[in-house]
């Protein structure tokens, strides 16, 4: 038992150790191409002030960029995850020709109103749009936004690279920016109890993102 329990160990382990060496990079990475965007568009905003503009570093596996009213919040997944038997990817020819491929680091997206942080209303809800998947060969699957998934290759023809990374940056924040917020209904909003009043002031009548159009299922 000893030698199967060292055999996992130089295995299994040692590969997700290794896929999250190669995600936490990414992901510092990421966030380091977020404040060059983040700079080239504040230099070139002519009311800087007004727009709210910038990348904050929240903890080793958070990073939030905020554009005026949106923030995308960047989370890194501490945990390799394998994909199922079942999944469309795993019946790839690529992932079939190793298994190890069919490892993960994953780094997730989600999209907040930036209000919501601002005055920290725990109820306001933030939309994942978008999961980025990355195996031991440093390519990458990117799961989401419809139009964005289109843009990037299939798995086995898609390693990640500098310029990638900023496509993906900007056409995220393109898709936050591009996707309207609706009103609840009247009728939602009509009566409210005084709590309400005093704990919830700044998000009565808290509008909701219109949805957007995900994509996680295998392209023809």
Known sequence: MINK???????????????????????????????????????QAPDIDDLRIGVKRINDYEFMFQIGGDTLVFILQSNISRLPEDSYLSKSKYLKSDAELQYFGQILIYNFLSDTILFNRLDDLGYLVGRLLLNKEKKFFFEGERKI???????????????????????????????????????????????QKIEHTSSMGNPKKIGFDLFAKGRD
């Open 5 to 43: 329990i060292l055999q996992k160990l130089e295995t299994t382990s040692k590969l997700k150790y290794e896929i999250y060496r190669h995600t936490l990079n990414l992901f510092n990475e990421l966030e380091q191409t977020a404040h060059e965007i983040s700079e080239e568009l504040r230099a």
């Open 149 to 195: 998934v289109f843009n990037f290759p299939e798995l086995k023809d898609n390693p990640m690279t500098e310029e990638k990374r900023r496509s993906l940056i900007e056409q995220l924040l393109m898709s936050a920016l591009e996707n309207d917020l609706l009103p609840p209904a009247f009728q939602d909003i009509m009566v409210i109890s005084y709590h």
